[in-house]
Every structure is written in structure tokens, then in C-alpha cells.
């Protein structure tokens, strides 16, 4: 009932910048929070950043500073402006939005995930 697609992956070097995309649709009628996980090999999946629906945001300590959630609610979408990559920031990416569809039902979905593989 929600598409998540995501967009902006890909190999860079350390010190470089990307910038993730996530664009929902469906039978939507509003999203509250939008945030992006990420989980490198090994590890668990852990918050990067979130963003509500009036604009407050938090991020993971390890990328405040270097890393910036949007959204456009216009589009129901949310971006990710990565600066400074390092290979630590290595992991597949992905979208979660937390919103209503018609008829009010609730929704949380995941994207497909992006992979971003930063080298040293």
C-alpha cells in the first residue's frame, strides 16, 4: 500500500559527499516522522536520522555535523546530505516513514535500502 523508493547511493572516497533520496507514495494522507537507518555488515541496523512532521530532527552522534535530514512534504519525500563520508560510514541505507493512509490506518514502511561504500 506505501512505495518507498530510494536513490543516491554508490561508491565514493573518504572526505566526499552523497546525497540519499527516498520518495514515497500510495494512498497517503499524512507522514509523521521520516528517518534514515543504516546497517554495515556485522552489525545491527541503527538510527542515522529523523525528522518530524514540524521539522525537528535528531541524528546519531557520529554523523552530527557532517550529515543533514530534509524532507519535502509537498513530494512525501525525505533526503539525506552526507558530507565527509568516511569508510566507517560504510552500510546499505534505508527510508522509514511513519504516517496514515485512507481510512485511517497506520503505516510504518521500510525502503529497499542503498548501498554507500566509502573508500579510504
Given at each position: 500500500?506505501?512505495?518507498?523508493?530510494?536513490?543516491?547511493?554508490?561508491l565514493?572516497?573518504?572526505?566526499?559527499?552523497?546525497?540519499?533520496?527516498?520518495?514515497?507514495?500510495?494512498?497517503?494522507?499524512?507522514?509523521?516522522?521520516?528517518?534514515?537507518?543504516?546497517?554495515?555488515?556485522?552489525?545491527?541496523?541503527?538510527?542515522?536520522?529523523?525528522?518530524?512532521?514540524?521539522?525537528?530532527?535528531?541524528?546519531?552522534?557520529d554523523?552530527?555535523g557532517?550529515?543533514?535530514?530534509?524532507?519535502?512534504n509537498?513530494?512525501?519525500?525525505?533526503?539525506?546530505q552526507?558530507?565527509?563520508?568516511?569508510?566507517?560510514?560504510?552500510?546499505?541505507?534505508?527510508?522509514?516513514?511513519?504516517?496514515?493512509?485512507?481510512?485511517?490506518?497506520?503505516f510504518?514502511s521500510?525502503?529497499?535500502?542503498?548501498?554507500?561504500?566509502?573508500?579510504?
Amino acid at each position: 500500500q506505501v512505495q518507498l523508493v530510494e536513490s543516491g547511493g554508490g561508491l565514493v572516497q573518504a572526505g566526499e559527499s552523497l546525497r540519499l533520496s527516498c520518495a514515497a507514495s500510495g494512498r497517503i494522507v499524512s507522514i509523521n516522522a521520516m528517518g534514515w537507518y543504516r546497517q554495515a555488515p556485522g552489525k545491527q541496523r541503527e538510527l542515522v536520522g529523523s525528522i518530524a512532521n514540524g521539522g525537528n530532527t535528531r541524528y546519531a552522534s557520529d554523523v552530527k555535523g557532517r550529515f543533514t535530514i530534509s524532507r519535502d512534504n509537498a513530494k512525501n519525500t525525505v533526503y539525506l546530505q552526507m558530507n565527509s563520508l568516511n569508510v566507517d560510514d560504510t552500510a546499505v541505507y534505508y527510508c522509514n516513514v511513519d504516517g496514515w493512509l485512507e481510512g485511517r490506518q497506520h503505516f510504518i514502511s521500510w525502503g529497499q535500502g542503498t548501498q554507500v561504500t566509502v573508500s579510504s
